[in-house]
């Protein structure tokens, strides 16, 4: 009986996650192809055929639906930029990584929009950031010169100029062609700034 009992709440377990996977995959699904201004609750609960209060039971607002989409981001950014750091030279290694960042957020331009620009009430750098999170920002510090004495202040550094270039060309504030310049410009910067050039 207690076997029983056992599998059923296994089996309820593995039902609610499905469904949170679903809601998360719909979700992606329509910023993708309409922008996040269509992701509405009543949207969701049609396009995967549950009720509202259904959807409502798995996230508490559309906020909560956001955020679950930003985890699963930044967990295929961190994923991203460790395949893209392959190279024993640090320039080739930044590069790649700083390449691969912005290639993401192009690419990815709904799910970067998740994880970056709306609110999701996700915590960075505190006590309990989510492990994603952390993994990402651990992914860029890994191509940051080790030479630095404040790893977290450049890593964050280098966050920082990677989203605003991404961000200002995608807004058509600065010269798109000139990408390829300012990547390397940024990459000279890190560099002659630890001593590592």
């Known amino acids: 009986m207690k076997d029983a009992v056992v599998g059923i709440s296994e089996r309820k377990t593995k039902d609610r996650a499905d469904r949170q996977?679903?809601?998360?995959?719909?979700?992606?699904?329509?910023?993708?192809?309409?922008?996040?201004?269509?992701?509405?609750?009543?949207?969701?609960?049609?396009q995967i055929e549950?009720?509202?209060?259904?959807?409502?039971?798995?996230?508490?607002?559309?906020g909560a639906i956001v955020a679950a989409v930003a985890v699963e981001g930044f967990e295929e950014l961190a994923k991203i930029l460790r395949s893209a750091s392959q190279s024993a030279d640090k320039r080739d290694n930044l590069?790649?990584?700083?390449?691969?960042?912005?290639s993401f957020a192009d690419e990815q331009s709904a799910l970067y929009e998740a994880m970056f620009i709306l609110p999701s009430g996700l915590r960075f750098a505190e006590a309990d950031t989510r492990s994603e999170?952390?993994?990402?920002?651990?992914?860029?510090?890994?191509?940051?010169?080790?030479?630095?004495?404040k790893i977290e202040t450049?890593?964050?550094?280098?966050?920082?100029?990677?989203h605003g270039l991404v961000e200002l060309e995608r807004l058509g504030r600065?010269?798109?062609?000139?990408?390829?310049?300012r990547v390397e410009l940024l990459i000279d910067a890190f560099l002659c700034r630890s001593g590592s050039s």
């Open 133 to 149: 999170l952390a993994e990402a920002f651990e992914a860029l510090a890994a191509v940051v010169p080790q030479s630095s004495d």
């Open 50 to 62: 549950y009720s509202q209060p259904v959807l409502y039971s798995h996230f508490g607002n559309r």
């Open 174 to 181: 600065i010269r798109p062609g000139n990408r390829a310049q």
């Open 154 to 162: 450049a890593t964050e550094t280098l966050w920082a100029a990677l």
């Open 21 to 46: 996977q679903r809601i998360v995959a719909a979700a992606r699904k329509i910023a993708e192809e309409e922008g996040w201004s269509a992701v509405t609750i009543r949207r969701l609960a049609d």
């Open 95 to 102: 590069h790649a990584v700083a390449e691969a960042y912005i």
